[in-house]
Every structure is written in C-alpha cells, then in structure tokens.
C-alpha cells in the first residue's frame, strides 16, 4: 500500500514561504497514493521554473529537462514505454512561452499524459518578468509601462486545439486538486491541468485573497455536463468575478496518440527486442546523419554499436527476455 510518506525526498524545497507550489506537491502525492502509484512506477518531466524543481522535492521518477522542451520529452517517453504514466509539470512560461509549440503538437495528438501547469501568471524564478498569463496592463521590469499583450487562456487554447481532458485547478483547495488531478491520471488521453497558483513574491495582483473572493466549484454547479462542448467553452472563458475550477470539459471517445502509433501495437518500445544492426548498417546511418563527415570513433564505442547488448539478445526458446525474470544474473 504506497502512503505518502513514500514520496518523501530529503531535499527541502527552496520555493518562497506561502508559494502555490507546495500544495501542487502535497495534492500531486495525494493523488498518487490514492491510486496506490507507487514513485517508481510515473515518471515527472518537468521544465525551468521554480515548480519545475519538483523531481528534487519528491522520491519518484523525474527527467527535469530543458526549459519549454517539458512536452516533448514526456511525449518521447511515452512512445518509449506507454506501459509508463507520465506526468509533465512546468508553469505557465514554460508551457505557453518556451514550450507552446510542444503544447500545440501534444494536445492535437491526445498524448496519453497529464499535464500540470503551474499558472502563477509571472515568471518568477527569473524575478518577475511578465508571463504568457500575464494580464494586459501588467507592470513588471519587462514591462514597466504594462504589458501590451493579451493573456494567453489555457482551457480555452487547450479546447480549440482538440484537448480531450480540460481542467483548473487552484493551490488555495487542496482536497479538490488532489481530486482533479486523480481524474486526470485516470483520463485516457492529454489532460490539462492549469492550476491557479499564487506568486507571492512577484505577482501580488493574484494572491489568495484574490482567488478565495472568485473560486467555485463546478461539480456544486447544477446541471452543469462537461461533456457538453458548447456550455464548457462558456465556462473555460469565465474569468471576473466567478473563476470556475474542476473538469471544464471531457471527452473519452478519442483514441489517445500511442494507441494509434502502428509501432506500438505489439508493446512499449523499451520491451522490445532490438535488431542488431551490422557495421555497414551503422556506417550507413551515420552517414546520413552527419551528411558524410567522418566522426571519430574509439574502438570501445564500436564494440557497443555493433555487439548486441542484454537486450538484443535472443532468450532461450520459451523463457522471459531478461534475464531478471529468468531468475538469472543482470551480465551488464
Ligand atoms: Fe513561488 Fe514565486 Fe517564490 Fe517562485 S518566486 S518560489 S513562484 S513564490
């Protein structure tokens, strides 16, 4: 039974007393405990932000890649073993600054993986620059007359682009996200999980105090369907006095990205085995990918080319591939 305490890490966070990003980490192991997902069995990408240090603030899995490049490493990961829950977290640069490419291409393939944006509407890792969320008007030291842009809004983006799983979430109702991000463990397909998070350093305009005046719930909203399409596109653009949280809009009819890939059918990548590839063969492609240039190349690294490793060799007839599962001794 995987409790909480399982996902203990020794590194104490260095986030800002009051930050969002605490309830972000306690709801995200909720969610996994409740699920009895135990650290080793997700993986966590996660981008540059200061919630991005989150694969350090918890025991589990983490790949903390390069900044906007959150999506498509988890997207690599998944087609590399989808046997694999991955779960991206990155703020709101990081996803519709740096990242937004990926976050376009993710979303329109239904990627099977959650996506937890960490939206505090400032960059503040980097001090308070003004972010893709940022509202029009704001001041910061990139914009010290105000921003003249218009705010990105995620739920409504994720919608026009096809998302099968649209949801908000806020720092300041623990249980409830905890809650939402559970569902959105157990969509199958992309879920977005955009959560209303305060800077408390940078960006006081968004305070708690702020939120705790506008949140409400959408499960305590009568009649509401989030399986309607046109009442959850009036709800993912609902921002004033009101702030909707919860699953704004589901749709589990659609195929996610991996199901479809033809090269999967047969199983995860990582659980296949390898063809072993003859030096002519790897001659042959390194030519294609440097265009002809020689590299130079020790004669250890052409021993692991072209020897098949543990995992390119056959098993016996009739038994498990590796050799773990065989009862045998790892050779590498
Ligand atoms: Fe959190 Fe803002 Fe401090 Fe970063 S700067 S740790 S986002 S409060």
Redesign the pocket.
């Known amino acids: 039974m995987v409790s909480l305490k399982d996902f203990h890490s020794k590194t104490l966070p260095?986030?800002?007393k009051?930050?969002?990003?605490f309830a972000i980490l306690s709801a995200i192991k909720m969610a996994l405990a409740e699920r009895d997902i135990a650290p080793h069995e997700i993986l966590f990408v996660t981008g540059v932000?200061?919630?991005s240090k989150l694969p350090h603030y918890m025991r589990s899995t983490g790949f903390h890649t390069l900044h906007g490049r959150t999506l498509a490493v988890a997207t690599g990961a998944r087609l590399a073993n989808h046997d694999l829950p991955v779960m991206a977290v990155h703020?709101d640069g990081d996803s519709f600054n740096e990242g937004m490419n990926h976050f376009v291409q993710t979303v329109r393939r239904n990627v099977n993986l959650v996506d937890v944006v960490?939206d505090?509407r400032?960059y503040?890792?980097t001090?308070g620059q003004y972010s893709p969320t940022s509202e029009k008007g704001k001041r910061t030291p990139t914009s010290p007359q105000g921003s003249i842009e218009r705010p990105v809004n995620p739920p409504a983006l994720a919608m026009t682009l096809g998302a099968t799983f649209v949801s908000r979430g806020y720092s300041g109702e623990l249980q409830h996200l905890a809650w939402l991000i559970g569902q959105a463990l157990e969509h199958p397909g992309y879920a977005l999980v955009d959560v209303m998070?305060?800077?408390?350093?940078?960006?006081r305009s968004y305070a708690y105090a702020f939120y705790n005046d506008r949140v409400y719930k959408l499960q305590d909203e009568e009649g509401y369907d989030a399986k309607d399409r046109g009442a959850a596109w009036e709800k993912a653009q609902e921002w004033g006095e009101r702030i909707p949280i919860g699953i704004i809009y589901q749709d589990t009819s659609v195929p996610s990205y991996e199901e479809q890939v033809p090269a999967l059918e047969t199983g995860p990548l990582v659980k296949q085995p390898l063809k072993t590839l003859t030096a002519e063969q790897v001659g042959a492609l390194r030519a294609e990918i440097t265009g002809g240039r020689p590299i130079p190349r020790s004669e250890e690294e052409n021993r692991r080319i072209t020897e098949p490793s543990r995992a390119t060799k056959a098993a016996p007839p009739g038994q498990p591939q590796w050799p773990e599962e065989r009862g045998e001794a790892d050779p590498e």
């Open positions: 260095t986030w800002c009051g930050c969002g990003n932000g200061c919630g703020g960490q505090n400032i503040g890792l001090k998070q305060p800077c408390v350093t940078w960006n």
